[in-house]
């Protein structure tokens, strides 16, 4: 488990193309890569990852073909930054809200406002997903926990302070990038309940 506070970002050093996954090397900040145990899990772009080797500050994940195909990792390349958090521990603040690092899709960047002090980025909204995504709710975004501040007919948007984009890979994001969602889990759970009930009682098809 994870609180979508990034506490960093890793580079990738190498890839290895398999048969329906790739291996990945990602250098870690010295910080963030004291005391990672072989078979740990690191939040990586949002995104649950085993360490299955480390050397020095390399950690090594293996990414099968599902997880390529539902994430950004799928079109990774190296030398592309990507968000770290490394794994809830007991005792730790919550600072954000909890997340699996089981991403739900990947949505695109569609526009992005700057002003002097504030940056807003708007992504597509998959019709799928409309119902989940409600206007001052939480949102994981490749691994960060962020409040939803408008929501429209075909997408929504956050907005970005200085430090968030400075410590992410949100500084350097681009209209077009794949981000990885995860919706927020008590959400579609309650969606979900309500959708149960309401079709029990022959309300909702």
Known sequence: ????????????????????????????PPELSQS????????????????????????????????????????????????IERSLKFGDELGGHIISGHVTTGVAITDIEQTADNTTIWFALPKEHQKH????????????????????????????IPET????TFGSAKVGDLINMEIDNQTQTIVATVERVLAEQGKCC
Do not use: W
């Open 1 to 28: 488990m994870f609180t979508g506070i990034v506490q960093g970002m890793g580079q990738i050093k190498h890839i290895h193309e398999g048969q329906d996954k790739r291996s990945f090397i990602i250098t870690l």
């Open 165 to 168: 984009l400075r410590v992410t």
């Open 36 to 83: 990672v145990a072989i078979g740990a899990s690191v939040a990586t772009n949002g995104t649950c990852l085993t360490v299955t080797e480390q050397q020095g500050h390399n950690l090594y994940f293996d990414v099968i073909g599902q997880t390529l195909a539902l994430t950004n990792l799928g079109n990774a390349q190296v030398g592309d930054k990507v968000n």
């Open 133 to 160: 995504v409600l206007p001052q709710g939480f949102i994981g975004l490749n691994g960060c926990s962020l409040t939803i501040a408008k929501v429209e007919a075909e997408r929504f948007c956050v907005c970005l």
